[in-house]
């Protein structure tokens, strides 16, 4: 019996090819939608799950507060904060703290491999989950000047071939400037793609201890480390939160020893990718909302997809109905009707799974462009987030819909009264017409709120671009500066000559060289205050160092008092003590931008005059507010080098400008990009959510439209008589249209009023997170919804024109 039933399903489904292909192809590109984007949420979410402790492991994260006002909210704190907690209590197992992390210079002989590194303690290899193809994991970064390498850098740095790592362990390399040897002790396995912490290179956190002092392992005022714990099985970790405000006061005493009001707290591990809004992050992070957002948009996709086959199926029940009767008459039950029905929803939705699948496959590497991301069908079938649940989940879900998507059509085709049906009596229900109108505003409804959310994405993403950020980043050219040059008393004179050669190209507009750049998260400045007052605590400033040329190169304006010259600078750092602020640090201090200008202030023990006041701008995203920052005249080696070009023949400047950088700074890697490709990368993450959901919610127009095409067509065909006589009575063909038209536009309208307050409720849970963002006026849902009109009339009005232009001779004819 059921193979009889596959078999009149499938001659059902063959003999109305239209409908068929309506369904399937609405089906087909749903499920493909669908499976892309749960490949892009599965590896989101899939972020730090492979560490085998990962439900027990939490970051400590740090709030400072001064004169009652956050100052910093960061991951970053003192190095004294693991090893004290781990003494105070007993919920913490274990703990690990790393330290400057960046790009560091592999050094071989004479060539040099640049790699992310950061340095890490003894206990870092046993507490997170990333193995050691080489070496021990329990003493790799005890000692210090160790460092491991992962797999990558032992093929390209030796030419190691797989399997032959042991024979690397204590050869040597070298790490930036550092003249003594770092000894390899361990080899490991590259780090997954869904790890918040990348790195090619580990060096032991002891190293520091040489380098910088011991101040990186006792101090309670140097803040540059970052902390993890590992809690005892079964231990509380909110109820070991609640014991970190009597740890602040023991250690801190208030703010007494670090000037700060400390507040300590512990994120999850699976929060630090995903729902983080933290300063100074050290890993990789996305933002979880957008993620979240991105499976209700597949929810939606998927549920639009399988409302066109319950709508288009119930819509042929006419054309059924005298089958339907006649089976009955035959003796059919209505369970071998409904699992007859069932069974062509089956055929349908596993016809439109296997071209989904093909889709997929040739949209993969499409979408991996698009988005950055190493996806693949694997994060669906184990390999994601959930392993195997997440792939039992989809079949049920899949399951589920064959069974929604078949089930209502057969409950409703299968319960006509054979007697009505062949003496002719038959007609639809006004409850049928009903849910099928229903699901048709449901449709429209989540498609309209698409559509919303998409345009104010991409005006939010318009603004962020077009917004005057009180700086000029238009093609200026940023060289990194030479790392693996010493610093010595002819240092500055260097760097000077360099950008006066420079400056002697016609195209070359300007120089300057600074250590910070636009769009990183500045250093801190704590208790600042005004010599000479009575202020008892200091305010908090970020700190940016360049040189006399950067407000002019980056034309940021002088608002009182005077620009840096080239005496403030000083080869001797003791020796340099002018300083410029913007207006938000004038601000900040208390006094207006001319009062300012010849005040003296104090911090880290030392006094500073303030010679001039510069505009405010945006040192990072519009997500942050505009900074109190300090500048100082300091200059670095390993800095950057600002350079505003003419855009005609860039090319042949670069060249120029790489040339003399290699006469000056020999051995180093002539490094560049462009200022506002820089800056624009905070918006990443945005962009690639703006872009994703755009190209998914016009799938999930186009599907709905789909549905509407067939269900209207469907329905004019029903009414071909009426239009035939209405055509002999006068009728004019746009008078026709319309009234084809009204009815299913009636219900665009309906949704769009059902779906702004839902979009408007959503777009502002995404715009909470900018700074700075536009303000969603009532004209913005006018133009979605005059675009979701739009689409639906004229998907009905072709349909309609069509119908209302037929001779009306034989129209009526062929009823």
Not at 490 to 497: E, F, G, K, P, V
Not at 711 to 735: D, F
Not at 795 to 812: D, E, R
Request: charged share 20%; proline share 3%.
């Amino acid at each position: 019996m059921l193979r009889n039933y596959f078999k009149i399903a499938w001659r059902n489904l063959w003999k109305s090819k239209a409908f068929s292909l309506v369904n399937l192809t609405g089906l087909a590109v749903g499920i493909t939608a669908c499976l892309m984007i749960l490949q892009y949420v599965s590896f989101e979410l899939n972020f730090d799950q492979f560490h085998a402790d990962k439900d027990r492991i939490f970051r400590i994260t740090n709030d400072r507060f001064q004169q009652g006002k956050l100052v910093q909210h960061g991951t970053i704190t003192y190095p004294t904060i693991g090893p004290a907690m781990k003494k105070d209590f007993a919920e913490v197992e274990a703990y690990t703290t790393v330290s400057n992390t960046g790009t560091f210079k592999l050094r071989k002989e004479n060539k040099i491999f640049p790699e992310k590194g950061i340095f890490a303690d003894g206990n870092f290899l046993t507490f997170f989950t990333f193995p050691l193809l080489a070496g021990n994991p329990q003493t790799a970064l005890n000692s210090p000047n160790s460092i491991v390498i992962n797999e990558t850098n032992a093929k390209r740095i030796f030419g190691t071939e797989s399997g032959g790592y042991e024979k690397l362990v204590g050869k040597i390399l070298y790490l930036d400037l550092d003249p003594e040897p770092y000894q390899i002790t361990g080899v490991m396995k590259d780090i997954p793609a869904t790890s918040h912490l990348q790195f090619g290179a580990l060096m032991s956190y002891e190293s520091l201890v040489r380098t910088w002092g011991s101040w990186v392992k006792d101090s309670w005022s140097g803040s540059d480390m970052w902390h993890y714990l590992k809690l005892r099985p079964g231990a509380d970790a909110v109820a070991l939160e609640k014991k970190f405000p009597a740890f602040s006061e023991r250690y801190f005493q208030g703010d007494k020893v670090s000037g700060s009001i400390e507040k300590f707290y512990l994120q999850p591990l699976n929060q630090a990718h995903l729902f983080s809004d933290y300063e100074y992050e050290i890993g990789e992070i996305n933002n979880g909302k957008a993620v979240w957002t991105m499976l209700i948009i597949a929810g939606f996709i998927l549920l639009i997809a399988w409302i066109n086959c319950i709508n288009l199926s119930t819509a042929r029940s006419v054309e059924r109905a005298k089958e339907v009767g006649v089976r009955k008459v035959a003796g059919a039950t209505s369970g071998q009707l409904i699992g007859q029905f069932l069974s062509e929803s089956a055929i349908l939705n596993l016809i439109a799974l296997t071209l989904s699948m093909i889709l997929m496959t040739l949209l993969q590497p499409t979408l991996n462009t698009l988005i950055g991301k190493p996806l693949s069908v694997s994060l669906l079938t184990g390999g994601g987030f959930g392993g195997s649940t997440l792939a039992i989940s989809l079949v049920i879900v899949f399951l589920l819909g064959i069974f929604l998507s078949g089930f209502y059509p057969a409950f409703a085709l299968s319960a006509f009264k054979a007697i009505s049906v062949l003496k002719g009596n038959f007609k639809q229900s006004d409850k049928g017409i009903w849910v099928r109108k229903s699901l048709v505003v449901f449709q429209y409804t989540a498609s309209v709120v698409l559509i919303i959310g998409t345009f104010i994405v991409f005006r939010q993403l318009q603004f962020m671009r077009k917004q005057n950020l009180g700086f000029n980043m238009d093609q200026v050219l940023v060289v990194q500066g030479p790392e693996l040059t010493l610093w010595d008393s002819a240092s500055i004179d260097r760097i000077n000559t360099f950008k006066s050669e420079l400056r002697r190209y016609p195209k070359v507009k300007s120089t300057t060289a600074s250590i910070n750049l636009f769009g990183n998260r500045l250093p801190r400045a704590f208790d600042v205050h005004i010599v000479g007052t009575n202020q008892e605590k200091g305010v908090t400033v970020s700190r940016m160092s360049i040189d006399a040329a950067f407000f002019d190169t980056y034309k940021v304006k002088v608002l009182a008092g005077r620009n840096f010259i080239s005496t403030d600078s000083h080869q001797d750092g003791q020796k340099v003590k002018n300083m410029v602020v913007n207006h938000s640090a004038a601000k900040l201090l208390g006094l207006s931008d001319t009062d300012v200008v010849g005040k003296k202030i104090k911090f880290y023990g030392r006094e500073w005059e303030i010679v001039g006041v510069v505009s405010d701008f945006h040192q990072q995203s519009l997500k942050h507010q505009i900074e109190p920052i300090i500048f100082q005249p300091f200059y670095t080696n390993g800095g950057f080098y600002s350079i505003k070009i003419d855009a005609n023949d860039a090319d042949q400047t670069i060249a120029q400008i790489g040339k003399k950088f290699a006469e000056f700074f020999p051995g180093n890697d002539f490094s560049y990009f462009f200022m506002d490709e820089q800056f624009n990368r905070q918006y990443k993450d945005d962009q690639t959510f703006g872009k994703i959901a755009s190209f998914f919610s016009l799938l999930a127009v186009i599907i709905a439209s789909m549905g509407i095409f067939g269900l209207s067509s469907y329905t004019i065909s029903q009414r071909t008589k009426e239009i035939g006589v209405r055509k002999v009575l006068g009728a004019t063909v746009a008078s026709i249209v319309a009234l084809l038209s009204r009815d299913f536009l009636k219900l665009v309208l309906i949704a769009i009023i059902l779906g702004s307050p839902i979009a408007w409720y959503a777009v502002s849970l995404w715009l909470a997170d900018f700074a700075y963002k536009i303000n969603i006026e009532w004209w913005m849902f006018i133009a979605a919804g005059i675009l979701a009109v739009a689409i639906a009339f004229l998907t009905v009005s072709s349909q309609a024109i069509k119908a209302a232009l037929m001779n009306p001779a034989k129209s009526l004819k062929s009823e």
